[in-house]
């Protein structure tokens, strides 16, 4: 992007994994951007850190406390604070705004963030998989642009080269499988959350990495490009490809297929969304493909991995069923992570909501809130009557 002028952007989850990433992108392209506005949740240490390097012109912290712990830090800046500050940053007009929450969380700055107009390198899925017609819709009547950074649907995006999917008969995910890629269900009891936390490929957050090690990570993804590419979940395939060297396919219907592939690295879909449609110069190592000799597929384990089934079957009954699955998922999994539920509760957890809850309607936003709300409530009282029977 030489000779043009430098990019406004501003960073939602400056502090994740994404944030983190999106900020070396920065770093290692002089010139090319500007840090408009950083939003964090809690962790204020590295948000400062972050403030000194970057000299952001707005900053919020979704957590109170930890706003309240920055303006000691650093005083004479002005933080805003919990979910209205998150929404006034991202309404802040800039070029683009990453939105990189963990969670619902990200819903209402994603939303603010559209409503003013601004283009959107959408890392955060959850908001998709709740409200994706309202957020795509919202974004069409905006005329926003939202750019997919999670690396399978950059890797679509790209395939499809800015065409709509008409001729398109399928769409591939790949997979790596996660950290127990191979292991029956009978494996699977006791594992901890640090060992589910250990990805063998990607390095992420808990959240994330967690929801790759039931594979529910893939089947809240088939939800997200279900609305990113208008294209209905039957015709959103997942194939297990454990090098993850390819990020995903596009079957035409003449049987041609593209492919995208790449280093595992989210700092190459960061830059791609952030330069677009431009490209960025070699944000990342380059692939040697000699190196790694051979690539390998197969299908995933849905007795083991049944996380991906109940994704399916929550996107066939549409309506308020993605937010229950995806509400239902955050508490699991947080519960989980805090060893109050052990490994396959997770998706007995999202199970027991989902019959419970997923006839919920989930048109409006107030809807999926709710649906949203329920489903948590759902899946705590589950949660509460595994505790008592261990
Ligand atoms: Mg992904």
Known sequence: ???????????????GSIGRNALDVVRRTPGAYVV???????NVDLLAAQIREFSPRAVAVHDRGAAAKLRE????????????????VAARPVDTVLCAVVG??????????????????????????????????????????????????????QCLGGRSAAGVRCILLTASGGPFYGRTREELRGITPEQAARHPRWRMGAKISVDSATLMNKGLEIIEAMHLFGVPHDRIGVVIHPESVVHGLV????GNILAQMGVTDMRAPIAYALAYPGRAAEPVERLDL???????????????????????????????????????NEQAVAAFCAGRIPFLAIGDVVAGALERESGLP???LAEILDADRRARAAADEIITRLEGCR
């Not at 830090?73 to 006034?88: F, N, S």
């Open 104 to 157: 619902a969380a990200g819903l209402p700055p994603l939303l603010a963030a559209i409503d003013a107009g601004n283009r959107i390198a959408l890392a955060n899925k959850e908001p998709l998989v709740m409200a994706g017609q309202l957020v795509m819709a919202r974004a069409e009547k905006r005329g926003v642009d939202i750019l997919p950074v999670d690396s399978e649907h950059s890797a679509i995006f």
């Open 73 to 88: 830090m650093m005083p004479g800046l002005d933080v805003l604070e919990g979910q209205k500050g998150l929404a006034e």
């Open 362 to 364: 989930g048109g409006t």
């Open 1 to 15: 992007m030489t000779g043009s002028p430098p990019r406004h952007i501003t960073v939602l989850g400056s502090t």
């Open 251 to 254: 079957e035409f219907a003449d």
């Open 36 to 42: 408009d506005a950083l939003a964090a949740n809690a």
């Open 290 to 328: 000699a190196r790694l000799g051979s690539l390998t597929f197969a299908a995933p384990d849905t007795e083991a991995f049944p996380c991906l089934e109940l994704a399916r079957g929550a996107a066939r009954s549409g309506a308020g069923a993605p937010a229950v699955l995806n509400g239902a």
